[in-house]
């Protein structure tokens, strides 16, 4: 378990790191047609989703520190493994940019240049925000399917986790 800090955007970081982990052990009894079939709603199924909530995680604290963004495509890790090996590859850098957040960051700006050519000027704060409030959302989106499939989904209860504990 990663231990960063005590405020409000570490622990809830921590929290969804805990609940994607809970995701991949509960992807391990599923066949792999299942993981891969894709579903009503979301970005198609349940290992693409979490490879979308890897990608959309990293791509943002890259982008909000002036870095490059991810380039690759889902079809290129279609096993639980190869999340996971993608997760375990890009959590490092999340995790440094999470554990030195404090509140001087809130109001930092980024231009972020969008498909259309346009640009939208965004504060690091309502990013990271964003960041935390999509993989919720997608969260919610699994354990709507893990109900089709018959199985009871992951808690997403905040509480019991030992969050925001420095250790």
């Not at 299942?34 to 709603?41: A, I, S």
């Not at 693409?48 to 959309?56: E, Q």
């Not at 409030?133 to 989904?153: T, Y």
Request: aromatic content about 10%; hydrophobic content about 40%; proline content about 2%.
């Amino acid at each position: 378990m990663i231990k960063i800090g005590g405020n409000v955007v570490q622990t809830l970081f921590e929290y969804n790191w805990q609940v994607r982990e809970d995701w991949y052990k509960w992807c391990e009894d599923v066949p792999e047609e299942e993981l891969l079939r894709d579903r009503t709603g979301g970005v198609g199924g349940i290992l693409h989703s979490l490879f979308h909530i890897i990608d959309v995680e990293w791509s943002w604290i890259r982008i909000v520190q002036g870095k490059p963004d991810f380039q690759e495509k889902f079809e290129n890790y279609r096993s639980l493994e190869r999340v996971r090996a993608l997760d375990s590859t890009f959590k490092p850098e999340v995790v440094n940019f999470v554990r030195n957040w404090d509140s001087r960051m809130e109001n930092r700006i980024i231009q972020n240049n969008l498909a259309d050519g346009t640009i939208e000027t965004l504060r690091w704060g309502e990013v990271v925000r964003h960041v935390i409030a999509h993989e919720i959302h997608h969260m919610g989106q699994l354990s709507v399917w893990s109900r089709e499939l018959g199985k009871k989904p992951v808690t997403a209860n905040l509480l019991w986790r030992d969050l925001g504990v420095s250790k």
